[in-house]
């Protein structure tokens, strides 16, 4: 596609219940991130697929976060058991690659609130 | 751990009035240094990016400058429709997909 689209935009959900979140990276883009921002703040990286394979999974808070990418393009981030401090915007990029100071193209984002 | 700080953390400024936004930065081997802007409820978009001291970029109204341990954003006689939060990263050391970024400052330009 033109750009990285990302749904849904807005989620809701109670404390304690499981969400998906997808991310559909520009067409021929190897790499694809997801960060998570919360109110007030800059972006903090959360995981980084290179193709299929997730190359570094440093960033997700425990193990209740887990991010698929299955055919090396969309990718979904799964939360678990979810919790008031997981409420954020969690923002999805794609690159060209991953070599040298490559440019990121960001998501609108998915704004996640749990009650 | 690389370190990102953005000052201020919100500037508001009159259409035409000129202003410097600063990013300091701690890491171990910078790859590059990287500004973008992002307007309420949409993800970031980029605008520069910087790989050694001494270089500068332009792109309409906004310059971009680097240093050993800063970044400067200087905004030339800005308009209302320059507007938003401007956010600084930074990629270092053998990480280099990984973006670090500052809290970022929120700029106002007002008509």
């Known amino acids: 596609g033109a750009g990285v689209s990302q749904t849904p935009s807005n989620k809701v959900t109670e404390k304690g219940k499981y969400v998906e979140l997808r991310c559909d990276p520009i067409s021929g883009h190897t790499a694809l991130y997801w960060y998570r921002q919360s109110l007030g703040q800059g972006p903090e990286f959360l995981i980084y697929f290179q193709g299929t394979g997730a190359a570094d999974d440093s960033g997700l808070p425990n193990d209740r976060f887990f991010a698929v990418r299955p055919e090396g393009s969309v990718s979904t981030l799964k939360i678990q058991r979810t919790e008031r401090g997981d409420s954020a915007v969690y923002l999805c990029a794609s690159s060209r690659s991953s070599s040298g100071a490559n440019v990121l193209t960001f998501g609108a984002g998915s704004r996640l609130t749990v009650l | 751990e690389d370190q990102v700080t953005q000052s201020p953390e919100a500037l508001r400024l009159q259409e035409g009035e000129s202003s410097s936004l600063n990013c300091s930065y701690t890491?171990?081997?910078?790859?590059?240094l990287f500004w973008y802007r992002q307007d309420p409820g949409k993800g970031p978009e980029f605008l520069f990016t910087?790989?050694?001291a001494g270089e500068e970029k332009e792109k309409e109204r906004l310059k971009a400058t680097l240093t050993k341990k800063e970044s400067f954003l200087h905004i030339t006689a800005p308009k209302p429709e320059d507007s938003a939060t401007y956010l600084c990263a930074v990629q270092a050391g053998s990480n280099d997909y990984k973006l670090s970024f500052g809290a970022g400052t929120t700029v106002t330009v007002r008509a």
């Open positions: 910087l790989y050694s």
């Open positions: 890491v171990s081997g910078l790859r590059g």
